[in-house]
Nanobody, 122 residues
Framework: QVQLVEFGGGLVQAGGSLRLSCAASGRTFSTYTMAWFRQAPGKERESVAA????????YYTNSGRGRFTISIDSAKNMVYLQMNSLKPEDTAVYYC???????????????WGQGTQVTVSS
């Protein structure tokens, strides 16, 4: 049974940092792309960043580029999202996902975590 479990969310002031973690288990992810998405209330789920399991390539959308860094420790089956210079508009539930894809649309991802709340106060 595939499981993705996110943790590390919380409340932070604008300008602060958070590091999200995702623990992956239940299958071999070596051919998968791991990604972080987020969804704010009343908005569609949007992609933030993605990384190949090998760590060879990383991808960022406008939402994540410049302030966020995705990384992976494949030996520990962990994926991370370091978020710096956080803004109130970064407030959302952040999801970890895995897919046999190299694209961003959420529908291309097969496995999802339950999400972790990130709240940035002004």
């Amino acid at each position: 049974q595939v499981q993705l479990v996110e943790f590390g969310g919380g409340l932070v002031q604008a300008g602060g940092s958070l590091r999200l973690s995702c623990a992956a288990s239940g299958r071999t992810f070596s051919t998968y792309t791991m990604a972080w998405f987020r969804q704010a209330p009343g908005k569609e789920r949007e992609s933030v960043a993605a990384i190949m399991w090998s760590g060879a390539s990383t991808y960022y959308t406008n939402s994540g580029r410049g302030r966020f860094t995705i990384s992976i420790d494949s030996a520990k089956n962990m994926v991370y999202l370091q978020m710096n210079s956080l803004k109130p508009e970064d407030t959302a539930v952040y999801y970890c996902a895995a897919g046999a894809t190299n694209t961003f649309p959420p529908r291309h991802y097969d496995y999802w975590g339950q999400g972790t709340q990130v709240t940035v106060s002004s």
